[in-house]
């Protein structure tokens, strides 16, 4: 690889990381610059500190929290809702990281009304707010103190699946050519093939780098249906035919 094609080869990849490090906040969640946000372990361990007899403790830490997790359920009541959150840390982003251990649960408490089938069990939510009183709760048989947030604002995280792809080196082929501008694509990284079927007819286009035309490999028709062409006429046909036009001599 030339001195040129690796400087751009690394200029690439420091750009892709700088846009990979720039992780953007939904508006709904993002607070101002500067802000010090209540982290969920500060408040759980303040609860771990009140008498087992206390049924409702005002918290002794004051402030804004971001606090994100997977929804385990949802209770309306007159005023407002309150969203029952398995606690998972967030990453830059806002959005709960689910792969790390969870440290407790917290109530989110949302004036109005929230559709228990929008806000399903399992969904993945951030809640910003102020927080408020720990209220207790039942958990199985056992008793527990939720942190709460009164919220200002949340976002409900897109559902993802994560699958396995395995791409067919037929139809797409990581040949190494360099960076650089080929047939109108940015191709930094590879040469591909693909597969295009026209007329019946299975191509295999090459995105040629170093020509402005492509190479075309023609396959065995695609369906099993075989279109023939019309013989061409040759002059010897010409010539019989003419010759045929004659008129023929009167007896």
């Known amino acids: 690889m030339s001195a040129i094609k690796s400087i751009k080869l690394i200029m690439l990849v420091a750009a892709l990381s700088a846009l990979a490090g720039c992780a953007t906040v939904p508006n709904s969640i993002t607070v101002a ?6 982290s969920f372990d500060d408040v759980s361990n303040d609860i771990a ?3 087992p007899d206390a049924a409702i403790s005002l918290s002794s830490i004051d402030g804004k929290a971001r606090w994100g997790g997977k929804i385990v359920s949802v209770v309306n009541k007159k005023d407002v809702s309150e969203i029952e959150v398995v606690f998972f840390p967030e990453d830059r982003q806002g959005k709960p990281k689910t792969g790390l251990p969870s440290t407790g649960r917290f109530k989110a408490i949302v004036a109005g009304f929230v559709d228990p089938l929008v806000f399903e069990k ?12 720990n209220v207790e709760g039942i958990i199985g048989e056992q008793r527990y103190m939720y942190p ?36 109108g694509f940015f191709n930094p990284w590879y040469n591909p093939w693909m597969l295009q079927r ?3 007819r299975a191509r295999i286009e090459r995105f040629n780098g170093h020509s402005q035309g492509s190479k075309v490999r023609r396959t065995k028709p695609a369906s099993s ?12 046909t010409l010539q019989t035919r003419q010759t045929d036009r004659r008129p023929k001599p009167q007896q």
């Open 122 to 133: 399992g969904r993945l939510i951030t809640v910003v707010g102020d927080v408020s009183e």
């Open 225 to 236: 249906s075989v279109i023939q062409s019309k013989p061409r006429r040759t002059t010897s």
């Open 198 to 200: 026209q007329r019946g």
């Open 33 to 38: 610059e500067n802000t010090k946000l209540i």
């Open 49 to 51: 500190n009140i008498q």
């Open 148 to 183: 709460t947030l009164e919220a200002k604002g949340y976002y409900m995280w897109k559902e993802t699946t994560d699958v396995n792809v395995e791409i067919d080196s037929f139809a797409f082929s990581p040949f190494i050519y360099g960076a650089g501008f080929h047939r």
